[in-house]
């Protein structure tokens, strides 16, 4: 990829392409920068490259001369896109990245003061391309975003070929959290999802991540973003657990998933599981109706008032909530009170509390297997 990039202020950029990813990438042969001085094409005996504005009005604007007479003296045989940096042009974004990633070369014009002459525009460029909502004293800046952009997707210029892919807005998403060494900072812990080894784990929280992300942040990029059926089921579980004010910590989708199953394991002696799994979980359209093991005679626990009279008589430090119509699980305090549809267990499983969907049924139990 050659890079051509006309300037007033050549010295401003030097310094970035000569350092880290970028720096390597042009010493490898990789990418190849040159900058041209504008200035150096005039041909005003004061060296001046702008002019007062026809029509009045504050500042200066580049003249046309000096622009066209650089670009036209250094791009004979140039075959690729001709960019001018602007606040009026098309808004960069990861898609327009990629286009110009395709072309065989680039010509970057840096405007500077009120901007420039459009007859240079019309003369010498293909399109204007801003780098966001808000106004620089150059284009750059905004040349060296292109720039590093671009060159991310040159092959080889990063050091795995997968990392520009699962970045933000490649995948049409943002990106997921990333965390290394130590697993411990502070007192804050690395998820233990990335530790544990299980890739399709990690793949899965990965994308939870970004999906969650990108709702908070960005809600725009869904609409265009390329979701499958299982990320937009997953939406409308992050959607639900969006709208809710749990006073606790929302653990994976992926756990909440498991939740049902692990219930039945710690609670439903193992000559009734298979029929618990049935009845319980399986072919429901809302998934843990869990309270049902008691009500078809798999569980012999406690019920009614004397239920939910056992687990505030001593409820747990912390606690597992499990919400079955929503499908979301949370850690949070032990004594929570919560109206509606809920599961409760202490941390190990060893106790239980449930409330049934139409939210006056109560049911609880101890460690059974």
């Not at 974004?93 to 420039?116: N, P, S, W």
């Not at 590093?148 to 959290?177: I, M």
């Not at 998933?257 to 809302?286: L, M, T, Y």
Request: aromatic residues 8%.
């Amino acid at each position: 990829m050659k890079i051509k990039v006309f300037t007033l202020f050549p010295e401003m950029l030097r310094p970035m392409l000569s350092q880290s990813i970028l720096g390597r990438a042009i010493k490898n042969g990789l990418l190849e920068v040159e900058l041209y001085d504008i200035r150096a094409y005039t041909l005003d005996k004061h060296r001046r490259t702008d002019d007062y504005p026809f029509g009045g009005g504050a500042g200066m604007v580049m003249s046309a001369q000096p622009i066209v007479d650089a670009i036209e003296a250094n791009t004979r045989g140039f075959s690729g896109r001709r960019v001018y940096l602007s606040p009026r042009g098309r808004r960069l974004d990861q898609r327009i990245v990629e286009e110009l990633a395709q072309e065989e070369g680039l010509v970057l014009l840096c405007g500077h003061y009120e901007g420039v002459d459009q007859r240079a525009l019309d003369a010498v460029i293909d399109e204007e391309l801003s780098i966001g909502d808000y106004v620089l004293t150059g284009g750059e800046l905004g040349a060296l975003v292109v720039i590093d952009a671009v060159a991310r997707l040159v092959p080889g210029v990063l050091g795995s070929d997968e990392s520009p892919e699962d970045e933000s807005f490649t995948t049409g998403l943002l990106e997921y959290p990333q965390y290394t060494r130590p697993a411990e900072f502070r007192g804050r812990a690395v998820p233990e999802v990335l530790l544990n080894g299980n890739h399709d784990h990690i793949t899965a929280w990965r994308r939870e991540q970004s999906l969650r992300l990108t709702l908070e942040r960005r809600p725009e990029l869904l609409e265009t973003a390329p979701l499958t059926d299982a990320d937009r089921a997953m939406l409308k579980r992050l959607r639900r657990a969006e709208a809710l004010d749990i006073p606790g910590e929302r653990l994976e989708l992926r756990l909440a998933d498991q939740f049902p199953r692990q219930w039945i394991n710690a609670f439903v002696p193992e000559a009734s599981r298979k029929a618990a799994r049935k009845q319980c979980v399986s072919g429901r359209q809302h998934v843990g109706f869990l309270w049902q093991a008691f009500t078809l005679g798999l569980i012999d626990g406690l019920t009614g008032d004397e239920a939910e009279a056992a687990w505030r008589a001593q409820p747990p430090e912390e606690a597992l909530l499990f919400l079955p119509d929503e499908g979301l699980l949370y850690r949070v305090p032990g004594a929570l009170e919560l109206p509606g549809h809920v599961v409760l267990t202490d941390p190990d499983m060893t106790r239980t509390f449930l409330r049934a969907a139409d939210g006056r049924r109560f049911y609880a139990a101890v460690y059974l297997s």
